[in-house]
């Protein structure tokens, strides 16, 4: 079935450093994404989206990066804070599809 | 404007029982989805409803069903619970909009615990 997967389970950085989250997904139809962080006990929150026919999109501090070639997604946050600490999470969509698909989540730990 | 809502925060069942779980979305937005959050299996669609109607749905047995209200409040019901229904059940809504994606906004979750 079509679905979509993280690399790292877990990412530890230090504050003030760039983080990067990746992402691959598998259903080459696919031609939206979106980034969600997640913290202990709160839903999602939504943090960038892009759709297929751009390959970047900027936010405040934040990056998305989008490989169709090779079905991989990232996510970059620059100087990374404390607050950042959170689950990310990427999904996906298609018209075929018509709801999102989630990742398993990248867990990002920042030590001060 | 308030967020979506979601009542109750926590539940504990016992197997067997069934449950009904309760979304408000944000005021204006029509559309109403819901997901089941576990451990193992991460994020999952359960169904969509839009304008009272199901418009989606993800590949859960038909102890899971749902509903959505005139305005446009959801619930979700849980029948014969079994233990491997513990779970974060998130809702999200989305605004109306004439593209073909929505942004989605979750509520805080009901957390689910089966014994």
């Known amino acids: 079935g079509e679905s979509v997967g993280l690399h790292l389970p877990t990412l530890s950085v230090q504050e003030g450093d760039n983080s990067i989250i990746n992402c691959a997904y598998s259903?080459?139809?696919?031609?939206?994404f979106i980034w969600y962080k997640q913290e202990s006990g709160k839903g999602p929150q939504f943090i960038i989206d892009?759709?297929?026919?751009?390959d970047k999109r900027q936010g405040q501090r934040v990056t998305v990066l989008l490989n169709k070639t090779v079905k991989h997604l990232s996510l970059q946050i620059a100087a990374t804070q404390p607050g950042d600490s959170a689950v990310y999470f990427c999904?996906?969509?298609?018209?075929?599809?018509?709801?999102?698909?989630f990742g398993k989540g990248t867990k990002l730990s920042v030590k001060p | 404007k308030a967020g979506v809502t979601q009542t109750p925060r926590y539940l504990i069942k016992t197997r067997g029982q069934q449950v009904t779980l309760s979304c408000s979305p944000i005021?204006?937005?029509?559309?109403v989805s819901w997901y089941q959050q576990t451990p193992g299996q991460g994020l999952q669609f359960l169904f969509e409803?839009?304008?009272?109607?199901?418009?989606n749905k993800g590949n859960f047995p038909g102890r899971f069903s749902g509903r959505q209200f005139s305005n446009s409040r959801s619930e979700m019901n849980v029948s014969t619970l079994e233990l491997g229904d513990s779970a974060l059940y998130l809702c999200?809504?989305?605004?109306?909009?004439?593209?073909?994606?929505?942004?989605?906004?979750f509520g805080p979750g009901t957390r689910l615990t089966v014994l």
């Open positions: 409803y839009f304008s009272e109607t199901q418009r």
């Open positions: 892009i759709r297929s026919n751009m």
């Open positions: 999904a996906e969509n298609s018209r075929s599809q018509g709801n999102l698909i």
């Open positions: 999200a809504s989305s605004p109306p909009s004439g593209g073909a994606y929505n942004e989605q906004f």
């Open positions: 259903n080459s139809a696919s031609d939206y």
């Open positions: 005021s204006g937005h029509r559309s």
